[in-house]
Structure formats: structure tokens, C-alpha cells
């Protein structure tokens, strides 16, 4: 029955009863096996396309083989057809996939080349004609580094400026004394754009994260970082990195430092910080605070306007936030989804007893989105977000001579909770902050048999995940609309301190809207459309254009290949 629905929502469209909300569902198309991400990357005139990240094997030898990073570009029309599906094996032969890159009408793909001999990593880039998906050239080469010593590693990422109209290269290797970076700007040719801008800091490598880098318009670089100090442990000679501070400093074109912003401001801790520039205008450092140096809980947010040119602060404005009213949490445990196995009934328990759990507003809250409006202020979206790994290890008795065998399954739980929203006037205070609560939790298997060796930084943000939990954000006018997986039983919780449903079976989940007036705060929830009809949505992992989100659905099956759909939502 279920299979005869979706085969009816791949041909027709729908109309929701939520705001005039209709969804059109595109045709499946099967998941490569082995697929480690999935995401609506980037949606324009031309089209939608999709990313497909997987390994591919790079080479066999006769006792073991090794493997590389690869992805699939798949490009669906606006009837949502597939036109073509492009893995790029054949002309990545030698070289190693990092990214598909978008540039103004532009599409690349990068790629490097690592020499031994000469300590040297090259990084190339082919334009891919939007139209074919073929690579409208041969591969070039964009920049290369080269390491003092076999030890370091080379890290890179590739990013945007402020205005999103040339690719930013920042780069740095690992291994050195001190903390080494390089920013680079590059225009839609993959041709440098002046001298690059060398910068290096006092602090030890080991107690010092680098969070991120904006590219100002002014040609200033500002480096976010966190700053960490060593703390003793229970036992005698045991030390641990706690976090000490943020670092917040701007750099001109010379690498030279010219401001460093001071980040405890009126005795208040800085949990979480974010820095991005207006269009043409000033810088916004935005950032959650607490009262107390390790306090759990965040007890208000800061914002700052600051002069992009000399570093100076235009003005300050915080406002604290009441988390006397905190929402109590309900797990959706087989009562709700009388199909649980017992194999997942036994992990859900298992994880019940390791989870990280926080009494309040949580400071594990992290920056989404910055979202201009028509009366010259900004939207901030902020949404609690923690991450952990746990282990689990099982033994298998033998049989006859057959020997037992113990198994070892890693697994990342990925906890997405309360949304907050705020608004930022054009002078720079914060008008009104509303949090809306949510608790989803996601569990990915990562490995069996051994550890994931997962690292998160700003160069190596691990996997595009988690594919079901999070939200994504499709503007309006005088609105914008929050999309988000949730538990049926959540349609009215709007405030905290009401009773939230924890949602981690996401396949029996409802998709959601939030619509909030950007000029009011008020804001309203309604229910768009149930996952258990369609394939399984991933509202994060979508694109917007224009008045219409484009988000892609995943169906597990049991028997037969996995598949995947991309469907339009548009809300009047």
C-alpha cells in the first residue's frame, strides 16, 4: 500500500493545508552503495543538483586494497527529472575528489594531487558544463603547498567571501611549532587575486581550534578561534584541555594583526560565537553568553556591530534569556512505534543510559543562520546541537571448530534541540529572541569492527551529517518558514516548558513548518506532510531558490537498493 502512495506522489503534486503549502515529489532514482553523503547542493535557472558522496576504489593489490573519497553530481530538470549522473572516475584517474564548487554561474570540480618525492600537495580545479555534466576542460592547476617534513599534514578548505562572488582558499600545515594560516582569494577563472595573506599566532597548536575565517570586503581577514588551557584530572600527572576563551582577531592584507576583539565583555563568558559582514557594510559578531566561566547553561546573547576597516566597535548590544521555564522531554519509545525491533529497542535503551544529557538552555547551542530583511535588520537562527560517538562491543559463540567472534560497532549521535530566533534592528540592538523547542536525536553507524577517527575542525568537518535531524529555512516576505522532522505528538508545542516528544524515528516522523513574522516575532507551527506517506525528508540538506525549497527524501528498503527523490515545497 505504502509503495502504491509514493508511486502516486512521484506524479502529481499536492496541496497542503498549511499556509497554501503544496509539494511536488520528482521520480526516485537508486543510492550508490556505500553512499556516506547526500544533499540538494545547489539550485538555480538551470536546475537542481544533487550530491552523492561514496568511496570508490583507488587500488587492489592481492592481500588488500585501498580506497578513496568520491561523489556523484546528479542534475534534475525543474519537472524534477533526472537529466544526467556523473561520478567523474575516469577523469579524477590519479587524483583525489575534495568538492563540487559553485561560483557565481559556474560549477568546478577540485581535486589534488599529492607527491611524495616532493612533499607537495596540488590542488587542481575543471570546469563541469552545467548542461552535460562532462568536464567542459582539462583540469588546472590553483595553488600547491609543500611540507618541511614528512610529519606535518596539509590541511585546506575551500569558502566564500563576504559576498559570495569569489572562492576563498584558507589553508594551513599541521605539525609546526606555531599555528601557520594562509587566505587566499580566487576569481570565477580559478585565477588568484593578489598576494596571499600569511598569518601566524603565540598560541600553542595543541590549545588552539581554529572555528572560522571571513573574508571581509575591505580585504581584512578575521580568524574566530577557540582557546583552550590545560587543567588538572583526578589523578596525579592526568591533564585535560579545557576551553578557556574565544579569540576573535582582524588581520589586514599584509598578515599583520590591527584589532583583537575583546571577548569577555561585562564579566560574561562567550560559549558560542559567530562573526559575519552585511552586505557592504559593517561586521556582526553575534554570541551566546554565560554568567559563569564553566556555567551548562547559556544565559543570554550579545551582539556587536564593528567597523570591517579598523576593528573598532560601533556598538554593543545583549539581552538575557529566561530559562526559568525549561521543557521536560519525553522519548518516543515503542508505545508510539509498536514496529520497534528489539534490536533497537535494546540500542535505544542502552544510549538512554550514556546520553549527554543538559539541565537547561543548553550551551551546546550553535549559529545557523543570518538572514537579511526588507526594514535593513537581520534574522538569527540558533539551534542546541551536541554530537558524541559511543561503542558497543558483541560476542558471537562459535560452533564446532568454528571459532567465536567478537564485534565491535561504533555508532554518532547527532542531538538536535530548541531553536532560537532573534531579530537585529538596523542599529544593531536586538529586538525580541523566541525559542521554539525540539528534541531529535539521530544514531549513524559508522564503523564495525574499529573506531570512526572522525575529527571536526574548520578544515575537516567530518561527513555532511546528520541527514534527518536539524532544520532548513525557506524565506518569505515579511516571514521566513522553519522546516524540521518532529514527533506527531509535538503540532502545538510552540513555548518552553511545554512537554516535547523526543523524535528519533524519523521515517515515522511529520514534517513541520515554523513561519515567523520577521517584523513581529509571532510565529505559528504547522504541519505540512508525513514522512511515513513519502520518502523519509531531509530539510537540511535542501537548496532554496526563489520562493521554493528544494529538499531531498530517502527510502531504506529491505529488499532491493535504497532510494531517493527530490521533491519542490513551496509556501505561499
Known amino acids: 500500500m505504502k509503495i502504491l502512495i509514493f508511486l502516486t506522489l512521484l506524479t502529481f503534486s499536492i ?13 526516485e532514482f537508486k543510492l550508490k552503495k556505500g553512499s556516506t553523503d547526500l544533499e540538494v547542493m545547489h539550485t538555480d ?52 575528489y575534495e568538492s563540487f564548487f559553485f561560483l ?100 600553542d597548536p595543541k590549545t ?69 559582514q552585511l552586505p557592504a557594510k559593517d561586521l556582526v559578531l553575534a554570541a551566546f553568553y ?8 547559556i544565559n543570554g546573547m550579545l551582539v556587536q556591530r564593528i567597523n570591517p576597516l579598523t576593528g573598532d566597535i560601533i556598538s554593543t548590544s545583549q539581552k538575557d534569556i529566561n530559562t526559568a521555564m525549561i521543557s521536560a522531554v519525553e522519548d518516543d519509545n515503542a508505545d508510539d512505534d509498536d514496529d520497534e525491533s528489539r534490536k533497537e529497542r535494546k540500542e535505544r535503551e542502552k544510549l538512554e543510559k550514556i546520553q549527554n544529557e543538559e539541565d537547561g538552555f543548553s550551551k551546546y547551542m550553535r549559529f545557523r543562520n543570518f538572514i537579511y530583511t526588507e526594514d ?28 567465536g567472534r567478537t564485534t565491535t560497532t561504533t555508532y554518532r549521535v547527532f542531538e538536535c534541540g530548541d531553536i532560537m530566533m532573534s531579530k537585529i534592528d538596523a542599529a544593531g540592538n536586538i529586538g525580541w529572541l523566541n525559542i521554539a523547542p525540539k528534541q531529535q536525536r539521530e544514531v549513524i553507524q559508522t564503523s564495525s569492527g574499529g573506531s570512526t577517527g572522525l575529527n571536526f575542525s574548520f578544515f575537516r ?23 524540521f522532522n518532529d514527533h506527531k505528538k509535538n503540532d502545538n508545542v510552540l513555548q518552553l516548558g511545554q512537554k516535547v516528544k523526543k523524535i528519533s524515528y524519523f521515517r515515522k516522523s511529520e514534517c513541520f513548518a515554523i513561519n515567523l513574522n520577521t517584523t513581529t516575532g509571532k510565529y505559528t507551527r504547522s504541519n505540512l506532510f508525513s514522512n511515513r506517506e513519502v520518502p523519509t525528508a531531509m530539510p537540511r540538506l535542501s537548496s532554496v531558490l526563489g520562493r521554493d525549497m528544494y529538499l531531498i527524501g530517502k527510502e531504506d528498503r529491505i529488499l532491493g537498493k535504497t532510494k531517493i527523490a527530490v521533491a519542490r515545497l513551496t509556501i505561499k
Open 15 to 27: 496541496t497542503l493545508n498549511a499556509q497554501n503549502a503544496n509539494i511536488t515529489w520528482g521520480d
Open 45 to 96: 535557472n538551470t536546475g537542481v543538483y544533487v550530491k552523492e558522496s561514496h568511496f570508490a576504489l583507488k587500488s587492489y593489490f592481492v592481500i588488500a586494497a585501498s580506497v578513496r573519497e568520491s561523489a556523484t553530481l546528479t542534475k534534475l530538470n525543474k519537472d524534477l527529472k533526472e537529466e544526467y549522473s556523473n561520478n567523474f572516475n575516469k577523469e579524477l584517474k590519479g587524483k583525489e
Open 104 to 203: 557565481k554561474n559556474k560549477l568546478f570540480l577540485l581535486a589534488t594531487d599529492y607527491s611524495k618525492k616532493e612533499k607537495t600537495l596540488t590542488l587542481f580545479a575543471a570546469e563541469i558544463d552545467k548542461a552535460s555534466g562532462e568536464l567542459s576542460g582539462e583540469f588546472t592547476e590553483v595553488t600547491s603547498w609543500q611540507k618541511d617534513d614528512k610529519k606535518e599534514d596539509i590541511s585546506f578548505k575551500a569558502t566564500y567571501n563576504a559576498d559570495s562572488t569569489k572562492m576563498v582558499l584558507v589553508s594551513t600545515i599541521e605539525g609546526r611549532e606555531k599555528n601557520n594560516y594562509e587566505v587566499r582569494q580566487f576569481d570565477d577563472n580559478m585565477k588568484a587575486l593578489g598576494k596571499p595573506v600569511a598569518i601566524s599566532n603565540e598560541f
Open 208 to 276: 588552539f581550534q581554529l572555528e572560522d575565517v571571513v573574508y571581509t570586503s575591505a580585504g581584512n581577514v578575521v580568524l574566530i578561534g577557540r582557546e583552550y588551557e590545560y587543567q588538572e584530572g583526578k589523578k596525579k600527572r592526568n591533564k585535560f584541555l579545557d576551553f578557556k576563551n574565544y579569540s576573535v582577531r582582524i588581520y589586514n592584507n599584509d598578515g599583520k594583526q590591527i584589532k583583537e576583539i575583546n571577548t569577555a565583555i561585562n564579566a560574561k563568558w562567550l560559549v558560542s560565537t559567530k562573526v559575519m
Open 290 to 297: 554565560s554568567d559563569e566561566k564553566r556555567g551548562r547553561e
Open 376 to 403: 535593513k535588520g537581520l534574522i538569527i537562527l540558533a539551534e542546541k546541537y551536541n554530537s558524541y560517538t559511543y561503542t558497543t562491543t558483541t560476542y558471537q559463540p562459535g560452533s564446532g571448530t568454528m571459532p
Open 461 to 483: 568537518g567530518g561527513f555532511n551529517w546528520p541527514f534527518y535531524a536539524g532544520y532548513g529555512v525557506l524565506p518569505g516576505t515579511h516571514s521566513l518558514n522553519i522546516i
